[in-house]
């Protein structure tokens, strides 16, 4: 393959990530079929491969791939039609009878005249009748765009693990026929804890891309606020949508600073906040109030948010509240036990008290097999063994962290802090 066909490539995955929620979610609403939706854009996808190296690559690549996958169905209909013309008649018309003696004439409540085929999407892959980790998967698969492997890795399972989980999952959405709609207010309260959960992960993997050439994926993260952003109108007295709003609105406040000139990590100490985005500071100080009202405590999403909204107030990693994080991550911690919450707990507690009680966590943890194969354990721990003046030690850890790490931009800054 050559230079530019590497380059074709690379680009037209890159408009894949972006793109594939809307382009399927559009697609399951023309044909009624999820996996003939995925299939049809991955179709449209090959068409790009084919036709973009002659024509160039379109002003608006995800329209021309809708209207592609489009036309493929159009004609699948076709050859169908042409097949068995007079059984496809017949369905149709037992189809709208059914759903006319059904009373389906218009939509139950407010909730189903929304207009966004990617919240639907999302109502379709978190229903009940898929098992929890089903839904995670095939959510993240074709709402987030992350491909098995990145879903694998995300949870240190194997990727056939995933791969089943999606395969039965698409199997039990078209067995079942769940339609592709916005669930009336009831059923839409009934699946909030997992819509919001996915919203969370697809968030988190564009604030830090388990895998690939950027350490970000803003196109993710935009989507996963602009997602809880219409979840929190639709269920405006829910405390959890708004919580996780806010979690979300202060995490981004910060993205233009988290990377340089040249596109590198900078770390949150070296982060120059005055290129922190204030509005979104504000509009998140202002949903977790909006939580706090709603509620008697506060979950998970707003244990996380009161941290965000700590390191948002500050004037410098000096002026940060460290013990009151700790405290957070401590009531987080009893909430929703998790080695990811011990290890940010470890490194709040390395800034209230010191580098070495921070290393007796982490220690712990590393003793108890916590988090074996991911970077984060090795990472931190090169970082408290730096601050202790243990250097030697710390470079071995800074290595076998990069050794870990499937993102290429977080690599290279764990190994030129070995170097370092």
Same mark, same amino acid.
């Given at each position: 393959? !050559? ?170 959405? %078209? ?18 804890? !997992? ?100 509620? !008697? ?18 004037? %410098? ?18 909430? !929703?036990? %998790? ?39 090795? %990472? ?41």
């Amino acid at each position: 393959m !050559s230079s530019s066909e590497d380059d074709l490539r690379r680009q037209v995955d890159a408009i894949w990530r972006i793109e594939s929620a809307r382009v399927i979610a559009t697609m399951t609403r023309v044909v009624g079929d999820f996996s003939l939706a995925e299939d049809l854009a991955q179709d449209a996808v090959v068409d790009a491969l084919a036709q973009w190296p002659r024509d160039g690559v379109p002003p608006n690549p995800g329209a021309w791939l809708t209207t592609v996958a489009k036309r493929k169905a159009i004609d699948r209909r076709r050859r169908l039609q042409r097949l068995d013309d007079r059984h496809a008649v017949i369905a149709h018309s037992l189809t709208e009878q059914q759903r006319l003696d059904a009373g389906d004439v218009a939509p139950p409540s407010d909730v189903d005249a929304v207009d966004d085929d990617v919240l639907r999407l999302l109502c379709t892959a978190c229903h009940p009748v898929l098992p929890r980790e089903s839904q995670i998967a095939l959510t993240l698969r074709v709402v987030g765009g992350l491909t098995t492997e990145e879903i694998a890795r995300a949870f240190m399972v194997p990727v056939a693990t995933v791969q089943q989980r999606i395969v039965r999952a698409k199997k039990t959405i %078209s067995a079942a026929d769940i339609p592709f709609e916005v669930p009336d207010r009831d059923e839409f309260a009934a699946r909030l804890g !997992s819509i919001l959960h996915v919203i969370y992960l697809i968030f988190n993997e564009g604030y830090s891309a388990t895998s690939g050439d950027t350490w970000m994926r803003t196109d993710l993260a935009d989507e996963a606020i602009r997602l809880a952003r219409i979840v929190a109108a639709l269920v405006p007295q829910q405390q959890e949508p708004h919580a996780l709003l806010a979690l979300l609105e202060l995490q981004a406040s910060r993205f233009a600073a988290r990377l340089d000139a040249d596109g590198e990590p900078v770390m949150l100490a070296d982060q120059d906040r005055r290129r922190w985005d204030h509005q979104q500071i504000r509009r998140g100080t202002a949903a977790l109030a909006r939580a706090d009202q709603l509620g !008697s405590g506060r979950g998970v999403y707003a244990l996380q948010a009161a941290i965000a909204q700590c390191h948002a107030v500050a004037g %410098s990693t000096d002026d940060t509240d460290w013990e009151q994080i700790v405290d957070l991550y401590s009531a987080l911690g009893e909430l !929703s036990p %998790s080695p990811i919450i011990e290890v940010n707990r470890a490194v709040a507690m390395s800034m209230a008290r010191g580098p070495a009680a921070a290393l007796v966590v982490i220690d712990a943890l590393v003793d108890g097999g916590a988090l074996a194969g991911h970077p984060v354990l090795p %990472s931190v721990r090169g970082e408290l063994l730096a601050r202790l003046g243990r250097h030697d030690e710390a470079r071995a850890e800074f290595v076998a962290a990069a050794g870990l790490t499937r993102n290429e931009q977080e690599k290279s800054m764990l190994l030129a802090k070995a170097e370092g």
